[in-house]
């Protein structure tokens, strides 16, 4: 794997109450930092999966089971089809390989990470479309392309919630089709074919049907948009009474279309009490003014001392980068 040497740049700064005095370790992909300081919480997130697929080949089918991602592993990749999701070197974020799918071949054409029952969950990944393709159902019965789907087991119809694409590359939605809160929320994604764009999303479920605690934020950013939180949405009852997730889906569903080859990478899963909580490195001082971002995986954490693994995304060798950690709370240095 490529070690790509970054420099780390430490701005101090105190923000409701968080502090952040110190970076060490080694700066290079996939090297263990340790970052020092005050205020990051008693606990960190549970990882359930992160993936850059380097680990893959070319042209293979995306594997599963045990040692199938960097981080974790991945329960599920469709066989339907002759190769509908495999490892590509078409169009990468990082390294020389991404997860790239065929939706000519089926609407199945998605990977899944199933973890314990929770009601917390945060997703973050690089999306692609290259220029020219069709979006899931573009051209044909319309465009529906559930580009992340949470769910209960396998059920499309069970405390389930999906960022969707509909009609446009700029009308996606959050909804569910077992969503007690209705219409769905328009999310501005600002996609454009042939440009990557990551998203960042954080489900905070209610838990019982009469009360509204639930929370949906999201973020996104691409070469034309610094970060932004385009959703901020709390106080909804976005679950049934009872209600678990313990599933999500990338590239979950999309209509069968032909020209059409959505690429993934670099995929972070973290799940139940603390999803929220996580180390991202970014190309600016300020977190909303950043156009470029990669996330770690924390390995252990407490209030004073964070250690994680460094994957360093499609920043370059001898790049200047800047270390952020958000807390359980949302806070940020």
């Known amino acids: 794997m490529l070690k790509l040497l970054l420099f780390l740049v430490l701005i101090p700064s105190v923000v409701l109450g968080q502090s952040v005095t110190?970076?060490?370790?080694?700066?290079?992909?996939?090297?263990?930092?340790?970052?020092?300081?005050?205020?990051?919480?008693?606990?960190?997130?549970?990882?359930?999966?992160?993936?850059?697929?380097?680990?893959?080949?070319?042209?293979?089918?995306i594997a599963t089971g045990q040692g199938s991602a960097q981080h974790g592993q991945w329960d599920y990749a469709s066989d339907i089809g002759t190769d509908p999701v495999t490892y590509s070197n078409l169009y990468t974020v990082s390294g020389d390989l991404g997860f790239m799918a065929d939706q000519s071949q089926h609407w199945n054409c998605d990977i899944r990470a199933n973890f314990d029952d929770v009601t917390e969950v945060f997703v973050s990944w690089w999306l692609y479309l290259p220029a020219g393709d069709n979006y899931p159902g573009e051209g044909g019965t319309g465009i529906n392309w559930k580009q992340t789907w949470v769910m209960n087991g396998t059920s499309t119809t069970l405390n389930d919630t999906y960022l969707a694409m509909l009609t446009s590359e700029d009308n996606w939605v959050v909804n569910g089709n077992d969503y007690p809160d209705s219409p769905a929320r328009t999310v501005h994604l600002e996609m454009t074919k042939g440009r990557w764009i990551r998203a960042s999303l954080w489900y905070n479920a209610s838990t019982t049907a009469s009360s509204e605690d639930g929370s949906l934020h999201f973020w996104r950013l691409n070469e034309d948009n610094a970060m932004a939180q385009v959703t901020n949405i709390n106080d909804e009852n976005n679950m049934e009474t009872g209600g678990v997730w313990n599933s999500v889906g990338v590239n979950r569903y999309g209509r069968t279309t032909s020209n059409c080859f959505p690429v993934v990478d670099d995929i972070y899963i973290a799940v139940g009490d603390n999803a929220r909580a996580r180390v991202e490195v970014g190309d600016n001082s300020s977190y909303t003014g950043c156009n470029n971002m990669s996330i770690c995986v924390p390995t252990s954490w407490s209030d004073t001392s964070i250690s994680a693994d460094l994957y360093a995304g499609s920043f370059e060798a001898g790049d200047q980068a800047y270390v952020f950690v958000t807390d359980a709370d949302g806070s940020r240095n």
Request: proline share 2%; aromatic share 8%; no cysteine.
């Open 22 to 61: 110190g970076v060490s370790g080694t700066i290079s992909n996939s090297g263990e930092i340790t970052i020092t300081g005050s205020g990051f919480g008693a606990n960190g997130p549970s990882v359930d999966v992160f993936d850059d697929f380097e680990l893959g080949t070319n042209g293979n089918a």
